[in-house]
């Protein structure tokens, strides 16, 4: 964990951790219904304020840049599904976006931070 993070009391670090596996969840059910990809990342940007300084400011940065690479990916291989490359961008795209989830949630499931942070590390969130 980060040292020099604030301390939270148990009842916030317990309801912050809820809602960043919420948003993790809400990522996950966007390949059956595509919406919750776009509530996932309203509630990262609405909810950051809460996690900064936090170990969970690092996961917050990781699902909000999950949403933006992946729609931004999602937008180029729409945009050439009509030449054949366009299929396999959105298909390892889709595999890009499940591994960023998977290991997201795993990290936070063992309550460690994600590789990002908001110090010194490029596209600061």
């Keep these: 964990m980060n040292q020099g993070a604030p301390i939270m009391d148990d009842e916030k670090a317990r309801s912050l951790k809820t809602i960043t596996t919420v948003v993790y969840a809400l990522q996950a059910a966007s390949f059956l219904l595509g919406i919750t990809f776009i509530v996932a990342v309203i509630i990262n940007y609405v909810k950051k304020s809460d996690v900064q300084g936090t170990w969970l400011e690092s996961h917050f940065l990781w699902q909000i840049r999950t949403f933006w690479f992946g729609f931004l990916w999602s937008v180029f291989g729409l945009l050439t599904v009509f030449m054949i490359v366009g299929y396999y961008?959105?298909?390892?795209?889709?595999?890009?976006?499940?591994?960023?989830?998977?290991?997201?949630?795993?990290?936070?499931?063992?309550?460690?931070?994600?590789?990002?942070?908001a110090q010194g590390n490029y596209l600061k969130g």
């Design 89 to 117: 961008v959105l298909i390892a795209n889709a595999i890009w976006i499940i591994y960023r989830i998977v290991k997201g949630w795993l990290r936070l499931a063992d309550s460690r931070e994600m590789y990002v942070t």
